[in-house]
């Protein structure tokens, strides 16, 4: 693969990244509103928000074969405009059975998108020789803040979904497709002789559990956060309605800002450092939230949770590459689902345990979780692991 071919695919699949978070941004941060388009009851719900990850774990496990066939870049290439057609979609419906369809087609889309997506990453990676895991996955938090902006926008000018999503889906759109003639990073990597063996052996679940349970265990404190921090803000500490909206803003650019520096600690110091550093901060701001004595220290402590758990699921991934060179792709399409694992156990754990005992109490499980992530941490790597300076991998392509 040529130094040219690698700049473009690393460009072009940060762009993916991208639009990605703008796309789901975009939908997570006006559910409010899809529910008072379609008439969705407070009961229903749980059922619609449910049935999304649920039915892209199942597009995730899909794409392994899909990937196997098409390749990781086809995959990609054609579930981006259908997230983002899936996402017109939700704004131009009005009775139930539409919105059951659209957002039924934006889980199954975005299930094999995330898992093309890491699978692309991954690849890369190892085609660099070097950490850029991280960078991709600041891409989407970038996007995630333009979304969560562009929504806090059309809400506060009463506009209507279409009119909210229609411009934005204008400009994604044939982005997305121009990026997408550049992706790269879908070639079978030949593996030498110490990996051949794991390679052929596939993927085998004892060994890609350690890095499934981090992955679940990362996505219950993201969701912990995105779900309950404006709540906790506001019923726990006594915040103001508008200091309510903060905390996740606040997490969300400190997310962006740990996954920026990410990858040049990885190159220094290793994935496995890196990882505990994260965990150790993770817990850290939940211990923070947990015993907070007013609206600002629970503020503190959700932005320092920003920092630590930005680098989990990046370096999960990377390290699933690691451990199946000559199956990685399938290896991430696995790990993925337990993405959405995390995601339908966090929220509802910390709701229940905050109804049966205290909400400062639920803050305690998933500080324990992710601290868990430290034991764990060996399965990220010590030596291979590493990248830049002197610990680079020998490579045969120099990308800079």
Same mark, same amino acid.
């Given at each position: 693969m040529t130094d040219a071919r690698l700049r473009?695919?690393?460009?072009?699949?940060?762009?993916?990244?991208?639009?990605?978070?703008?796309? %789901?941004?975009? &939908?997570?941060?006006?559910? *409010?509103? @899809?529910? !008072?388009?379609?008439?969705?009851? !407070?009961?229903?719900?749980?059922?619609?928000?449910a049935a999304v990850p649920v039915l892209a774990g199942v597009a995730s496990v899909a794409t392994e074969k899909?990937?196997?066939?098409?390749?990781?870049?086809? @995959?990609?290439?054609?579930?981006? *405009?259908?997230?983002?057609?899936?996402?017109?979609? @939700?704004?131009?419906?009005?009775? &139930?059975?539409?919105?059951?369809?659209?957002?039924?087609? %934006?889980?199954?889309?975005?299930?094999?998108? !995330?898992?093309?997506?890491?699978?692309?990453?991954?690849?890369?990676?190892?085609?660099?020789?070097?950490?850029?895991?991280?960078? =991709?996955?600041?891409?989407?938090?970038?996007?995630?803040?333009l979304g969560a902006s562009l929504a806090w926008a059309g809400a506060y000018g009463d506009l209507t979904l279409l009119m909210s999503y229609l411009? @934005?889906?204008?400009?994604?759109?044939?982005?997305?497709?121009?990026?997408?003639?550049?992706?790269?990073?879908? !070639?079978?990597?030949p593996v030498d002789g110490s990996e051949a063996g794991?390679?052929?052996?596939?993927?085998? =679940?004892?060994?890609?559990? *350690?890095?499934?349970?981090v992955m679940s265990f990362a996505y219950i404190g993201d969701s912990t956060v995105s779900n309950w921090s404006a709540k906790y803000l506001q019923d726990v500490l006594g915040g103001s309605e508008? &200091?309510?909206t903060v905390p996740?803003?606040?997490?969300?650019?400190?997310?962006?800002?740990?996954?920026?520096?990410?990858d040049p600690a990885v190159r220094r110091f290793g994935a496995a450092a890196v990882v505990r550093g994260g965990a150790v901060l993770a817990a850290l701001g939940f211990a923070v939230v947990a015993v907070a004595p007013a609206a600002w220290a629970g503020l503190a402590g959700f932005t320092v949770?920003?920092?630590?758990?930005?680098?989990?699921?990046?370096?999960?991934?990377?390290a699933a590459g690691r451990l199946f060179p000559g199956d990685s792709d399938a290896a991430v399409a696995r790990l993925n689902v337990f993405n959405y694992v995390?995601?339908?156990?966090?929220?509802? &754990?910390?709701?229940?345990?905050?109804?049966?005992?205290?909400?400062?109490?639920?803050?305690?499980? *998933?500080?324990?979780?992710?601290?868990?992530?430290?034991?764990?941490?060996?399965?990220?790597?010590a030596r291979g692991a590493r990248y830049g300076g002197g610990h680079e991998r020998p490579h045969t392509v120099d990308v800079g």
């Open positions: 473009r695919g690393r460009v072009s699949l940060a762009v993916a990244f991208f639009v990605q978070g703008v796309t %789901f941004a975009l &939908l997570v941060t006006r559910i *409010p509103a @899809v529910q !008072d388009r379609y008439g969705i009851s !407070d009961g229903l719900l749980p059922a619609f928000l899909l990937a196997a066939r098409a390749g990781p870049a086809a @995959v990609l290439r054609w579930a981006q *405009p259908l997230v983002l057609l899936a996402l017109l979609g @939700v704004g131009a419906g009005s009775e &139930l059975w539409q919105a059951a369809l659209v957002l039924g087609g %934006f889980g199954l889309a975005v299930g094999a998108l !995330d898992a093309a997506m890491n699978m692309l990453g991954v690849n890369l990676q190892r085609a660099y020789g070097r950490s850029i895991m991280l960078g =991709f996955h600041a891409s989407y938090s970038l996007g995630g803040i411009p @934005v889906v204008a400009v994604l759109l044939p982005a997305a497709l121009a990026a997408s003639r550049w992706y790269a990073g879908g !070639d079978r990597v794991r390679a052929a052996g596939g993927v085998p =679940f004892r060994l890609l559990l *350690p890095l499934c349970l508008e &200091l309510a996740y803003n606040a997490y969300m650019v400190t997310t962006l800002l740990g996954r920026a520096a990410g949770l920003g920092l630590g758990l930005s680098v989990l699921v990046p370096q999960t991934f990377a995390g995601f339908l156990i966090g929220s509802p &754990l910390v709701g229940a345990l905050g109804e049966a005992w205290s909400y400062r109490g639920a803050m305690l499980v *998933p500080m324990v979780l992710v601290l868990v992530t430290v034991v764990y941490a060996t399965s990220f790597g």
